[in-house]
T-cell receptor, first 109, second 115 residues
Framework: GQSLEQPSEVTAVEGAIVQINCTYQTSGFYGLSWYQQHDGGAPTFLSYNALDGLEETGRFSSFLSRSDSYGYLLLQELQMKDSASYFCALGGATNKLIFGTGTLLAVQP | NAGVMQNPRHLVRRRGQEARLRCSPMKGHSHVYWYRQLPEEGLKFMVYLQKENIIDESGMPKERFSAEFPKEGPSILRIQQVVRGDSAAYFC?????????????FGPGTRLTVL
């Protein structure tokens, strides 16, 4: 089967940089996605890595290393509105997403 | 362009009743995915449908749960004879295609409470 592990909680201060890690076990996948979810609302797509390396989208960047079965989401210039849950997800052949356990990010002033 | 729409947003059922959850994908999207989220947990894949076809139902419980996506109208997730363990948030997502590079856009979810 497939499984993804994330830290349950991360705390950072406004303006700082924070990294949310994701380690996974799978026999194969097409890419690693990241989603943000505020207070149980609709998950919002942030970033996608099909290949190893860094993808940058504004204040958010995501990294994937297939050889290490590892990825991370990097958030820069943290804002209070970034307080939310963040999920990594593996995408398979039918594009179904297998989600990680989620990381609750708390941004403090 | 309206996003993914789900209704009802909140649904309360007594044990043994039926729950019907509706999902209208984004305009132009013909691929629909259903996920379930228990409190304090991640989303769990349930089923993937295209118009009139179930493509992948590997995450669907074998009994009481069914899904459809008719040629006309929204996708429906149906839960028969609900039990308390069915209480969860049910999200649907839609995408323009089946490839892993086709982003899934999520609706606001239906929160089902079984009394």
């Amino acid at each position: 089967g497939q499984s993804l592990e994330q830290p349950s909680e991360v705390t950072a201060v406004e303006g700082a940089i924070v990294q949310i890690n994701c380690t996974y076990q799978t026999s194969g996948f097409y890419g690693l996605s990241w989603y943000q979810q505020h207070d149980g609302g609709a998950p919002t797509f942030l970033s996608y890595n099909a290949l190893d390396g860094l993808e940058e989208t504004g204040r958010f960047s995501s990294f994937l290393s297939r050889s290490d079965s590892y990825g991370y989401l990097l958030l820069q210039e943290l804002q209070m509105k970034d307080s939310a849950s963040y999920f990594c997800a593996l995408g398979g052949a039918t594009n179904k997403l297998i989600f990680g356990t989620g990381t609750l990010l708390a941004v403090q002033p | 362009n309206a996003g993914v729409m789900q209704n009802p947003r909140h649904l309360v059922r007594r044990r043994g009743q039926e729950a019907r959850l509706r999902c209208s994908p984004m305009k132009g999207h013909s691929h629909v995915y259903w996920y379930r989220q228990l409190p304090e947990e991640g989303l769990k894949f349930m089923v993937y449908l295209q118009k009139e076809n179930i493509i992948d139902e590997s995450g669907m419980p074998k009994e009481r749960f069914s899904a459809e996506f008719p040629k006309e109208g929204p996708s429906i997730l149906r839960i028969q004879q609900v039990v308390r363990g069915d209480s969860a948030a049910y999200f649907c997502a839609s995408s323009p295609g089946p490839k892993s590079t086709d982003t899934q856009y999520f609706g606001p979810g239906t929160r089902l409470t079984v009394l």
